[in-house]
């Protein structure tokens, strides 16, 4: 007999996993709900408002193609459809590297850079929600879900996760520490997307 399906409800009456796993989709669902119904009002594509999003943020030499392209778990060819698109609408531009001329960077244009700060906030629902919780049931689920999405990275289900527990810099010797800042991390703490990550050396 096959393995029975996470999605079947007496599947899920009778195992914990499988319950999480369905609350999981469901957190997916209210968040691809949130990305359309604000692409619906601007007249942009989910992705394009992610990539407007992370380009507001990023510094410049991961605001390429293929740094998208490995952030999002997509291919270069989507991404580069989505750059096109916003490209056309006058929201961005390609600009040559300085260090590599077969490298672009991307750069918001005026116009871009006000629909990106409007766009930006479309999951503040979610982050309300998650914010009644208190700070140390946060840092409790904040861990929990870094340990979810570091095993399925070592499983290659998604792509690099500039994450803590893939860093370089973070050790459980002292619990979770950062030798590069010198501290001790509470859960709390934990980052899932750090400006000073570096890949760890195996």
Known sequence: MGKVSTFSPAQQAENTSSK???ALERLSEAFRVLLWQEATQYGLSPIQIQVLTFLLHYPEEKRTVT???LYFNMTKATISDAVKSLEQKNYLVRKPSETDTRSHSLHLLKEGR???KKVEHFAAPLQDAV???PLKEQ????????QLIYQ???EE??????????CQHYTEKKGN?????KISLKQANLRVDCPSFETRED
């Open 20 to 22: 999480i796993v369905v």
């Open 67 to 69: 740094s998208l392209a």
């Open 114 to 116: 006000a629909i990106a």
């Open 131 to 133: 914010a009644t919780s």
């Open 139 to 146: 840092g409790v689920l904040l861990d929990q879900l870094m």
């Open 152 to 154: 399925l990275n070592q």
């Open 157 to 166: 289900v998604i792509t690099h996760q500039p994450m803590c527990f893939n």
């Open 177 to 181: 520490y950062c030798t590069l800042l």
